[in-house]
């Protein structure tokens, strides 16, 4: 939970070959931005796609965990491993999420239970290569706003160049930067995430007693911030 920027690739790539190509294009404009770590493009296919064939700390686990996609029936939302995807991930920085990138292909069907138990197949609707993920960058605030505009605008830049490449789908960015490209009203923006979740934590432990974990918790001003009056 936190302000992130969420985003969909596809491509109409007819090979694999084709696919790695569109993905390195990516990397490389990744390797021109301030990044703190750009990884290597790596290929899935097989167990390999499953994030269960990695320990928990894995390089390559939460790269597999985002590759997956969901699909909806009757209320049940039931995973989607992909049958070869083709990725890197970005490292913005400090406090930030790491952001996977990439393309891949999913089987048109999958078997799933229903209430009743009975297995049935269920269409995917997933076609051609594509991506959907996310990187949560609100908590690189805590290391200051620059350090947190540098890690948002990081993955923003990349999401722009895949734009470019004709493989950008949609782009939902919490911060409102995206589609408003004011960094005031950004930094502004977090800001007021930051209360909010501050207050909650405070909430939480008024209710349940005891300390809760959470990134905000590490943030400088976490009390102050608790502490602000309400907007009207």
């Given at each position: 939970m936190g302000l992130s920027i969420h985003y969909t690739l596809q491509s109409a790539a007819g090979t694999a070959e084709q696919a790695r190509k569109l993905v390195e294009k990516l990397r490389k404009r990744?390797?021109?931005?301030?990044?703190?770590?750009?990884?290597?493009?790596v290929e899935l296919t097989g167990d390999a796609c499953n994030?269960?064939?990695?320990?928990?700390?894995?390089?390559?686990?939460?790269?597999?965990?985002?590759?997956?996609?969901?699909?909806?029936?009757?209320?049940?939302?039931?995973?989607?491993?992909?049958?070869?995807?083709?990725?890197?991930?970005?490292?913005?920085?400090?406090?930030?999420?790491i952001a996977n990138l990439g393309l891949a292909t999913y089987p048109d069907t999958i078997e799933v239970r229903d209430a009743t138990g009975?297995?049935?197949?269920?269409?995917?609707?997933?076609?051609?290569?594509?991506?959907?993920?996310?990187?949560?960058?609100?908590?690189?605030?805590?290391?200051?706003?620059?350090?947190?505009?540098?890690?948002h605008l990081c993955v923003i830049r990349m999401l722009d160049h895949a734009k470019e490449l004709?493989?950008?789908?949609?782009?939902?960015?919490?911060?409102?930067?995206?589609?408003?490209?004011?960094?005031?009203?950004?930094?502004?923006?977090?800001?007021?995430?930051?209360?909010g979740m501050a207050r909650l934590v405070g909430e939480l432990e008024k209710t349940f007693g005891g300390t809760f974990i959470a990134p905000i918790t590490e943030h400088p001003e976490f009390k102050a911030r608790q502490r602000k009056p309400r907007s009207s």
């Open positions: 990744a390797l021109d931005l301030p990044f703190a770590e750009v990884g290597e493009v994030f269960e064939t990695y320990d928990g700390n894995h390089p390559l686990r939460w790269l597999a965990v985002q590759a997956r996609q969901y699909r909806e029936r009757h209320g049940t939302y039931y995973p989607v491993k992909p049958n070869h995807a083709v990725a890197f991930t970005t490292y913005p920085g400090e406090g930030c999420e009975c297995s049935r197949r269920l269409s995917t609707g997933l076609t051609g290569w594509c991506w959907t993920s996310f990187c949560k960058t609100q908590y690189a605030s805590r290391h200051g706003m620059e350090h947190f505009l540098r890690c004709g493989v950008l789908a949609n782009v939902k960015d919490e911060g409102g930067f995206w589609d408003g490209r004011d960094a005031k009203a950004l930094v502004l923006k977090v800001g007021e995430w930051n209360e």
